[in-house]
């Protein structure tokens, strides 16, 4: 019985510690992507930019064509 106990105790502890570890994988996958989802963003916003310079610089072409 004793040691049915102790090896209950030992697949307990080894189950916390799978628990803890696929949280903390969890955890970083969640940062991961919220940080891909940042860099995207800030990309995209610089494309943005970027096409709207050029379209106001064809503008000034056209009007002074």
Do not use: P, Y
């Amino acid at each position: 019985v004793q040691h049915a106990v102790l090896a209950a105790d030992a697949e307990i502890s080894q189950l916390k510690k799978s628990v803890t570890t696929l949280r903390d994988d969890l955890e970083n996958a969640r940062f991961d992507k919220q940080e891909s989802v940042q860099h995207a963003v800030v990309t995209a916003n610089e494309e943005i930019n970027q096409l709207k310079g050029t379209i106001a610089s064809l503008r000034k072409q056209m009007e002074h064509s």
